[in-house]
C-alpha cells in the first residue's frame, strides 16, 4: 500500500462550544465504523485499540496519547500524520460539527491540545489522559475547536 503523505496546511476556523461534561460512553464498536475511505479505516483500527493505556507521547502499539492514537490509526490506513494534535488539526479538510462523519478529525479546547475520530452518534474515540485507557467518549464534554476530513 503506499503510503500518502499530508504536507499542506488549510486554514481551519475556530468554532467554540460550551458544553456541560458528560459522562463516557459504553459504546464499543459503533456501526457507524462500517464505509470505506481513510477515515472509516482508521477508524476502524482505532476501535481495536480499545482498553489499551494511555501514555504521553505514546504512538503504539502497547500504549497512547491522543494524536498518537491518531497517528497510529491513519498509518494503519496508508496515511502518515504528525504526532502533534495541534499539528494535525491543520490538516486535511475543514468540516463543521453539522457535517461530521465517522473517521473525520475533531479537534479540543483553544489552543488545540486534544484529538479524537469521529465514531458516529455525538461520540469519538481517544486517548483521555493518565489512567484512562482509549476508548469511546462522547464529544459533547470536551470544548469543540475544529474538526478535518483526511
Known sequence: ???????????VPAFASAAAPVADAAVVAP???????????????A?????KPYAWGGAGPDAFDCSGLVQWAFK???VDLPHSSRTQSTLG?????????PGDLVFFYEPVSHVG????DGNIVHAST????????????MPFHNASRI
Request: hydrophobic share 45%; glycine share 14%; charged share 5%.
Open 76 to 78: 494503519q490506513a496508508g
Open 47 to 51: 476501535l481495536t485499540q480499545q482498553g
Open 117 to 120: 475520530i469521529y465514531a458516529g
Open 1 to 11: 500500500m503506499t503510503t500518502a503523505v499530508l504536507a499542506a496546511a488549510v486554514a
Open 31 to 45: 456501526s457507524s465504523a462500517e464505509g470505506a475511505g481513510v477515515g472509516a479505516n482508521a477508524l476502524r483500527s
Open 130 to 141: 493518565s489512567g484512562e485507557p482509549v476508548k469511546v467518549s462522547p464529544m459533547a464534554g
Open 93 to 101: 479538510t475543514p468540516v463543521t460539527q453539522a457535517q461530521l462523519q
